[in-house]
């Protein structure tokens, strides 16, 4: 695996922790660009950049509209927006209708970055108690993309990675330590 | 390295065909809502191709009313985003005061919950007499929506506790009467209320006006487009007026980042400089 410029990450129930866990187990200079989608309850104000950050040590910021993509940086998906990468690699944010109950969707940013990204992106599904994100991770692959979904065994809630599996053949399916071995030896670059 | 696949060239000969036809310019839309909408689209209207959908657009004015419906987002509430309002009522309201007479501007009104917001608020705080709303959207149907005011009645409760969050200062059931399942608004909101078909992509300024209300609307636009609209926004606004924009959305990526100032930052009232 190659040449990956942006990774996307998907994840609901028992996303918080299966994400701390996997961002700790990266170099605190890992250069490629986390974009993640992590399902919440409605109405509640997203603390989730200032709680990551604070528990890595490390950037970590919510997604602004029209900002650039930019190396080295962890993105969230702000509350009540759906959040999409544009072709020139800027973040766009939108209210369309919500995906299996939840704006911001996964299989949205998944779509959107696959188009942006093609080859260059790496989509990681983990665990979760709906669908979202199968068909986002299928459309990675089918860009070219590659593709990782947590081992449902492990995961805290099976039924995202099951999902996924349904749909699609992953490149990778590994327990959460699995995952973030191989995101950890990734080389970034663009070209 | 760019591969534009089939899908990419049709929306683009859609989008084209759109403006050439019909004069609505989606061109400097952002890209990843407008492919999802108009994919959307193609599912419902049983389409096996973009390139067919475009040919029935292109042949039937009627057909593209019925896509105009997908390509534009009518998410709306009445007070949304209370905290807004409610910088609104203690942060402007007392400056809009010293003006003899006022132009408010809301761009891209929607279905109007917007602006029967603001005419509430406006009249609480003795204002609306001296006040010409203009609200204005690309879609039709919304417009219209926007001109009879009537709403489903199930979403009174969620309106109501937005209006009470938002410094409403009487019971949010004075200003509408139920009727089948349907909340009708007090008529006299929109005495000063002129509705209009406005582009922010292809018309002008028509007006100067002391505050100018548009959110959600920017987030679908592209840089070049966003900037077209900062710009008009600027020319309309008289010196020192005002400008709301969604939660989400900021001049701060944009050409007039520097044209204006943050008034209240989390309620992204902005003010010209």
């Known amino acids: ?191 | 390295m760019t591969i534009e696949r089939n899908t990419d060239i049709e929306i683009r000969l859609l989008i084209e065909a759109i403006y050439l036809k019909y004069s609505y310019d989606f061109r400097d839309y952002s890209g990843a809502s407008i492919k999802r909408r108009v994919l959307h689209a193609v599912r419902q209207f049983g389409c096996t191709t973009i390139s067919a959908l475009q040919e029935r657009v292109l042949h039937d004015p009627g057909m593209f009313m019925q896509l105009l419906q997908f390509l534009t987002i009518p998410v709306s509430e009445m007070f949304r985003d209370p905290e807004y309002f409610l910088a609104l009522r203690q942060e402007v309201v007392p400056l809009l005061r010293t003006w003899p007479s006022l132009k408010v501007w809301i761009a891209g009104c929607s279905t109007g919950e917007e602006v029967y917001s603001m005419a509430i608020l406006l009249r609480e705080e003795g204002l609306l007499e001296r006040t010409i709303i203009y609200a204005t959207d690309i879609n039709p149907s919304s417009l219209e929506k926007a001109k009879q005011g009537i709403y489903s009645l199930q979403n009174m409760h969620t309106y109501a506790e937005n209006y009470r969050k938002a410094g409403g200062l009487r019971d949010f059931s004075e200003y509408y009467t139920s009727a089948y399942g349907n909340a009708i608004l007090d008529s006299s909101l929109r005495d000063n209320v002129t509705f209009a078909d406005h582009s922010l992509a292809t018309d002008s300024v028509f007006s100067e006006t002391q505050l100018i209300c548009c959110r959600n609307v920017l987030i679908y636009f592209n840089k070049t487009l966003q900037d077209r609209a900062f710009g008009l926004f600027h020319e309309s606004l008289c010196h020192r007026g005002f400008l709301l924009l969604g939660s989400k959305e900021t001049v701060d990526f944009s050409a007039y980042a520097d044209r204006f100032q943050v008034l209240v930052k989390p309620a992204r009232i902005y003010r010209k400089s």
């Open chain 1, 1 to 191: 695996m190659n040449g990956i410029e942006a990774i996307t990450l998907g994840a609901s129930a028992g996303g918080v922790s299966a994400l701390l866990s996997l961002f700790h187990a990266l170099p605190q200079d890992f250069q490629i660009p986390l974009l993640c989608v992590l399902h919440l309850p409605d109405g509640r104000h997203s603390q989730l950049a200032e709680v990551f950050s604070r528990r890595l040590g490390r950037p970590v910021c919510e997604a602004q509209d029209k900002q650039a993509v930019a190396p080295g940086l962890i993105y969230f998906a702000g509350p009540g927006y759906h959040l999409s990468v544009e072709r020139d690699r800027s973040f766009s944010l939108s209210q369309e209708e919500r995906v299996f109950f939840s704006r911001p969707s996964i299989d949205f940013l998944f779509a959107s970055a696959a188009d942006a990204y093609g080859p260059a992106l790496l989509g990681v599904l983990l665990t979760g108690a709906n669908e979202d994100g199968a068909r986002g991770l299928a459309q990675i692959k089918h860009l070219g993309g590659h593709t990782i979904i947590q081992d449902p065994r492990e995961a805290q809630v099976a039924t995202m990675p099951k999902a996924a599996l349904a749909l699609h053949r992953p490149d990778y399916i590994l327990p959460l330590s699995g995952i973030g071995q191989l995101l950890a030896k990734l080389e970034y670059s663009t070209c």
